[in-house]
């Protein structure tokens, strides 16, 4: 199931916290590939690594705006 989609279905604040944990661990794996990648000069894995943490972060900022 997408991220997004997990949210939207969480019904309770445990599995709320549970997708934003997972997220979490997603932001930070993602923001490690990135360092590797500039490191490496890999410019376009770092261009699609740029999008995949921006994806990241809107479901983090998606389940901070949870009523």
Do not use: H
């Not at 709320?16 to 997603?26: A, F, G």
């Not at 809107?58 to 705006?65: L, M, P, Q, R, V």
Request: with cysteine; proline share 1%.
């Amino acid at each position: 199931m997408e991220a997004r989609e997990e949210l939207e279905d969480a019904q309770t604040e445990e599995e709320v916290e549970s997708v934003v944990k997972r997220n979490k661990e997603r932001i930070r794996t993602e923001a490690e590939a990135l360092e590797r990648y500039f490191a490496g000069e890999d410019y376009e894995s770092a261009l699609r690594s740029c999008v995949r943490l921006r994806y990241w972060q809107g479901i983090e900022e998606a389940a901070k705006e949870r009523p």
